[in-house]
């Protein structure tokens, strides 16, 4: 209750004021330091330190605050330029502030501006794809508007974006009437009133299986034969969860929806969330009423307004049916289910972060062993997935013979030669987010193992302006920038031969072309690469020397604090970057932050690696790691000249 209390007074105030909190911390029995605590941890939440503090910021609280998104494709953009030209509409209107945050979840629409108006209805706007003078045009006249005229003013919907629902294969009931969904929860419901108790052994398992006996759960056998895989980044298998939170011991058991999503980059679950809520909503009632959990949660960024609201919705819809709290569809089986509003934060996106921000805790990655699966909410069993694992679940369980066989079959032809006793195909579909330098920036739903030319190609329209392909993000900022080619002897023996064992090279190549790489997590992590569910690409044009500072400086905003390693080391990596960015560094300077032993950029990431909780100190340093090692051009142009 705590941070949904928190998000109301600063929806009504614009700010946390003291007195309100202290009253708060009386109506909820709790501590004045616990209510401190959280609300100084979320940048959603604006407090002032004493009282004449907050007397001071009261009165300057401006009318209108511009949250102008600094990441990625919103900066490739011209974030920087929209940035600059608002300042200067501020400094002619006091009511008017600006500041830059991380990825608001636009960035199909880049650049991506959110308007908070701080009187009035606290209303917010969305200005998506808009030039600098534009936005500025509309910022103004937003400060001068009459409620009458405040109707008039633009606001880009999420809603008004044309898209592609009705085709997708995970959309089992495209085409039907809202009457005729839940269909896998009417067919699997006997199933679930009466599971079975043992463990099948794998008489039947499909070509590509030996990786575990098949479960006996009908419903977690066909996630198994599925070869469903979590689609959050981590891509761990869906059914052994789901297995694993079966088996634990536990009086109450929980599920959630991790639908923080707030990588840069990435922005397929709002739309996910936005057209098919009810796919979402049926696969965690299946999992709540499998693993006889109490309740669900669904965490969803406080800034997707819309799809906040298409979610309540289609709960309350589902509740007002009895597929959805107690006793559903007549059965002594019951499963309740709410929303979550996400208070921000990047680091929510981790899972042991998240569940602390659900119990209202500040949002600090746990040690880990134990699992969530046995040690999860409030020290529960718990299911945590992504909004899309929980999504194909319905399509899982209905299409085809209803055993998984159908997903599984969906994945793209591999190369030949196949390896004995492995699938002739990729295994499944999933959903990327493409943005950056192409011409049809979205979401799209391809087969697995599709590559990622093809991806560009044959789906989004290919680089804008016919320019040559430089470099692709494959996973947001986490896997840094990998060039259109790169060197053979830039990989280590073991993954040159990954990458022939694959049919990715042929004898004599020198290079390997980044266009033929199958979107596939098992080749992708062969190669010692990564694939998450956002893909930014750069033409031949882009500055890379920029957008890896503008990485490095993500990082820096979104470390929790936590480990000092990360914390520290994050902003030393921005300083290395500003640094090189600036032309303070000389060529020998630069050739040595890579070298082994003693090079800075590696020792700094060694140090986070080794001692981060979460993966923020993993991944932090590959923005700055992979400019250096494969943009030698770029970096060039910025190398201080010897004295």
């Known amino acids: 209750m705590i941070i949904q209390e928190l998000q109301r007074l600063q929806t ?12 708060l911390a009386d109506r909820l029995a709790v501590p004045h330091y616990r209510i401190q605590e959280v609300a100084s941890f979320y940048p959603h939440f604006r407090l002032f330190a004493g009282e004449a503090e907050e ?14 998104c600094r990441d990625m494709a919103c900066r490739l953009r011209g974030a920087a330029q929209i940035t600059e030209q608002l300042q200067g509409v501020a400094e002619r209107n006091a009511t008017i502030a600006i500041h830059e945050v991380s990825c608001l979840g636009r960035c199909d629409r880049a650049p ?21 003078a534009e936005v500025s045009d509309i910022v103004a006249r937003m400060a001068s508007a009459t409620p009458e005229t405040a109707d008039t003013l633009p606001d880009d919907k999420d809603g008004l974006l044309p898209h592609s629902a009705e085709t997708w294969k995970m959309n089992a009931y495209a085409g039907q009437s809202a009457d005729q969904r839940y269909a896998a929860l009417r067919q699997w419901l006997s199933v679930l009133q009466n599971p079975p108790s043992t463990r099948a052994k794998p008489t039947d398992a499909p070509p590509s299986a030996g990786r575990d006996d098949k479960p006996a759960h009908p419903i977690i056998a066909a996630l198994w034969t599925a070869n469903l895989l979590g689609m959050g980044g981590a891509g761990g298998r869906a059914w052994k969860k789901w297995d694993e939170v079966l088996r634990a011991k536990g009086h109450t058991k929980y599920v959630v929806c991790n639908g923080d999503e707030s990588e840069p980059g990435t922005f397929k679950d709002r739309e996910i969330f936005l057209r098919t809520p009810y796919l979402v909503i049926e696969g965690m009632i299946l999992a709540g009423l499998l693993l006889r959990a109490k309740k669900g949660y669904i965490y969803i960024r406080h800034e997707y307004e819309e799809q906040i609201a298409a979610v309540r919705a289609e709960i309350e819809r589902a509740r007002k049916l009895g597929l959805c709290g107690k006793s559903i569809l007549g059965t002594e089986l019951g499963f309740e289910l709410e929303v979550f509003v996400s208070p921000g934060g990047y680091i929510c996106g981790e899972q042991t972060a ?9 949002a600090e990655p746990r040690n880990r062993p134990p699992e969530l699966q046995t040690n999860g909410l409030w020290d529960m069993p718990t299911l945590l997935n992504n909004v899309e694992t929980f999504a ?3 399509a899982i369980l209905t299409q085809g013979n209803s055993d998984g066989a159908w997903y599984s079959a969906l994945g793209q032809p591999k190369s030949l030669p196949v390896k004995e006793n492995a699938t002739p195909h990729y295994q499944g579909a999933r959903f990327f987010s493409v943005s950056g330098d192409v011409a049809q920036p979205g979401v799209y739903e391809v087969p ?4 990622l030319g093809e991806l560009i190609d044959h789906y989004c329209g290919g680089i804008k302006d016919g320019l040559p392909l ?9 896997a840094g920038f990998l060039p259109a080619t790169i060197p053979l002897d830039a990989f280590s023996p073991r993954v040159r031969q990954k990458l022939a064992d694959h049919c990715l090279v042929s004898a004599g190549d020198k290079e390997f072309q980044l266009r033929r790489l199958p979107l596939e997590l098992g080749v992708v992590r062969d190669l010692n690469l990564m694939l998450g569910g956002g893909i930014v690409v750069y033409a031949s044009d882009a500055d890379l020397v920029d957008q890896a500072v503008a990485c490095l400086r993500f990082y820096q905003s979104e470390s929790c604090g936590k480990c000092v390693p990360c914390r520290i080391g994050s902003t030393k990596l921005v300083e290395i970057g500003e640094d090189l960015q600036a032309g303070r560094l000389t060529a020998a300077e630069i050739e040595s932050l890579l070298a082994n032993p003693g090079g800075r950029v590696l020792d700094l990431a060694q140090a986070m690696a080794e001692t981060a909780i979460c993966g923020l100190g993993n991944v932090a ?11 030698p051009s770029d970096v060039r142009r910025h190398v201080r000249a010897e004295q």
């Open 112 to 132: 991506a501006v959110r308007v908070h108006t701080n009187s009035g209805d606290h209303c917010v706007r969305n200005l998506l794809g808009r030039s600098p």
């Open 621 to 631: 340093p590959n923005p700055l790691r992979t400019l250096l090692s494969y943009f």
């Open 448 to 451: 697995i193992g599709i590559t």
């Open 354 to 362: 998240l569940i602390q921000a659900i119990q209202d805790e500040r």
């Open 392 to 394: 194909w679940v319905p």
């Open 55 to 68: 007397a001071e910021g009261r009165k300057a609280l401006p009318q209108i605050e511009v949250a102008v």
């Open 12 to 23: 009504e105030h614009g700010y946390l004021p003291r007195q309100a909190l202290r009253q």
């Open 470 to 478: 430089k470099a692709v993000a494959t996973s947001g900022p986490s």
